[in-house]
């Protein structure tokens, strides 16, 4: 069974950095775009950024731009979102997942597929 795990949430001041690790069991993450998200409580998901399968292409939703970098270690079936500059407005639940359409890099949760559980991200004083 194809699934996702994503580790490294927490709580962090404003101002303040995480790294966030998406990780796979039951496969290797080599052949897929991955995909990070958020949602936050009374929100929609909202897509922040993709890698292609390879790292050479990266995308970034305007709100993380600057702030947020993703990444990923094929060696070690994981793929990163390097989070800088946290504002409370980035409390929320992330979850990582692969694309399963093209277009993914409109970064649409419909194009994406096997979300893992997601980790809490709180970005509080």
């Known amino acids: 069974q194809v699934q996702l795990v994503e580790s490294g949430g927490g709580l962090v001041q404003p101002g303040g950095s995480l790294r966030l690790s998406c990780g796979a069991s039951?496969?290797?993450?080599?052949?897929?775009?991955i995909g990070w998200f958020r949602q936050a409580p009374g929100k929609e998901r909202e897509g922040l950024s993709c890698i292609s399968s390879r790292g050479g292409s990266t995308y970034y939703a305007d709100s993380v731009k600057g702030r947020f970098t993703i990444s990923r270690d094929n060696a070690k079936n994981t793929v990163y979102l390097e989070m800088n500059s946290l504002k409370p407005e980035d409390t929320a639940v992330y979850y990582c997942?692969?694309?399963?359409?093209?277009?993914?890099?409109?970064?649409?949760?419909?194009?994406?597929?096997?979300w893992g559980q997601g980790t809490q991200v709180t970005v509080s004083s």
């Open positions: 039951g496969f290797t993450l080599d052949y897929y775009t």
């Open positions: 997942a692969t694309a399963v359409r093209a277009g993914w890099a409109r970064l649409r949760s419909d194009d994406f597929g096997s």
